[in-house]
């Protein structure tokens, strides 16, 4: 998948020092293009001496709303398949239904259901040809 930085998307850099979880925002933390590449820019952050890193060296942190519109998105291109989320007892179900088959995804967060369903239709879509 291709992250196309928005506002408010939350991201890690992995492979560094810095162990906490950034936001794109107005102030603070930009995208912009720099010789045909998209950069995320820290503006005013000299304590982080970082200036700038490639989108490529970001990690994207998709909330639980992104993750639902990704399985959304990608369960629409068939017919018959539908999704649910089921929460009980602390943990959370996502369910994808295709006629009598169901496939669980189990978590005690929503959004780890859903990336976990995500994932199985990424690699469906990957192992399908016809795609």
């Known amino acids: 998948m291709v992250w196309r930085p928005s506002l408010h998307d939350f991201f890690a850099i992995p492979d560094s020092d810095l162990d906490r979880v950034f936001v794109v925002s107005d ?3 930009d995208v912009q293009q720099l010789f045909g590449r998209e950069i995320i820019t820290f503006n005013g952050a000299v304590e982080w001496s970082l200036d ?7 990690l994207w942190m998709p909330t ?11 369960l629409a ?3 018959g398949l539908s999704l ?9 179900r996502c369910q994808i239904t295709e006629g009598e088959t169901t496939a669980t995804f189990e978590s005690t967060e929503a959004s780890d259901a859903y990336a976990m369903a995500l994932l ?8 399908d040809p016809q795609d």
């Open 84 to 92: 649910r989320l089921i929460n009980q007892e602390g943990r959370y």
């Open 77 to 79: 291109k068939y017919a």
């Open 52 to 58: 700038n890193i490639t989108v490529a060296e970001a």
């Open 27 to 29: 102030m603070m933390i």
């Open 64 to 74: 639980e709303s992104q993750l639902r519109e990704l399985v959304q998105t990608r």
């Open 120 to 127: 199985h239709l990424l690699e469906s879509e990957k192992s």
